[in-house]
């Protein structure tokens, strides 16, 4: 089986990228390690001009497109025609490659899996797309910009032929969306990959002799980290000499703190450091007791990596 990925951003492209980046650079390499013939199509970050290429990574044919960018892309005319050559670019380069391929796939909706689309259309291909929903920046920081954004988004959901929710709990978040802001999803086919794994039966211990101390290392989100939840179970736990550290930044922190204040076990137990770099998360947490990463789903948790 032939597979191609893509997406413009990777942990392929030479900058800091996140779970979601990570999880599709395992996937390629596994798929590889299974024996299929994996591509996956990327740019380099950080370069106005570069040549393409191919390296051989784990496996893995890594495909680098040319790489280039029109200066003063803040005029919406240059930015529409930087998007255009593009986009014919890469047209050429998927038709050169990819059109005997088996399946695409892709993760972010805008405008990666979208051109993969546009793609298939045109030049009338029977490769089979799917799209993983590894969070909600197609909205949040997509979709609220504009209803032609939002139109789109809605097309890709709706044309690829297979979506893969994480979670059981992201799937219905994703519903939830689609009822409160009227995307209009009609999805062919889709499944759910828990990546989760039952709790093991740990008895808590009422006490200790030194600080037992909680460390969550997360941005603070809306959706995605449930920052509140492991404060709830922290009260009811109610362990002595305990404390409770929440590291980073984000929408939801202002009000946590505010919810803190209000109970006076919480306010004297639960701290919030706000950003802080790596050499001082390493140090608070070489002093904890315990790492927990409370959110309802993740690609690679990256937190929970450094922690281990």
């Not at 994996?38 to 740019?43: D, G, Q, W």
């Not at 680098?64 to 380069?93: D, G």
């Not at 499944?191 to 909680?214: E, H, R, T």
């Not at 803190?260 to 007791?289: H, P, W």
Request: with cysteine; charged share 20%.
């Amino acid at each position: 089986m032939k597979i191609l990925i893509y997406s413009s951003n990777s942990i392929y492209s030479g900058k800091p990228v996140g779970g979601a980046e990570h999880s599709l650079a395992l996937l390629a390499k596994g798929l590889a390690e299974r024996g299929e013939e994996v591509h996956f199509l990327t740019r380099e970050s950080g370069k106005r001009l570069s040549k393409s290429r191919i390296e051989s990574i784990d496996g893995v044919k890594v495909h680098f497109l040319l790489n280039f960018s029109i200066p003063f892309q803040r005029a919406k005319l240059l930015k529409r025609l930087n998007e255009w050559i593009y986009k014919q670019y890469l047209f050429r380069y998927l038709s050169k490659h990819f059109s005997g391929f088996d399946i695409a796939l892709g993760y972010n909706e805008y405008p990666d899996v979208y051109y993969i689309l546009k793609w298939k259309r045109i030049f009338g291909l029977g490769i089979k797309t799917i799209v993983l929903v590894v969070g909600f920046y197609w909205h949040f920081g997509i979709g609220l910009k504009s209803d032609r954004l939002k139109k789109i988004i809605t097309e890709v959901y709706n044309r690829v032929d297979l979506v893969n929710f994480i979670s059981t709990s992201q799937e219905k978040t994703f519903w939830n969306l689609n009822s409160d802001y009227e995307y209009n999803f009609n999805i062919q086919s889709s499944f759910v990959l828990d990546i989760g794994v039952p709790a093991p039966n740990i008895p808590i211990q009422k006490k200790y002799s030194n600080d037992f101390q909680v460390v969550m290392v997360s941005r603070f989100a809306k959706l995605s980290k449930n920052q509140k939840l492991l404060i709830q179970a922290f009260r009811v736990a109610n362990i002595s000499n305990s404390k409770l550290l929440l590291i980073g930044e984000g929408e939801t922190k202002k009000g946590l703190i505010n919810y803190c204040m209000n109970d006076k076990f919480l306010s004297s137990r639960v701290s919030f450091t706000g950003y802080i770099n790596n050499s001082e998360i390493n140090q608070y947490l070489a002093k904890s007791t315990l790492f927990c990463l409370c959110s309802s789903y993740e690609g690679v948790p990256k937190a929970t990596l450094e922690a281990m």
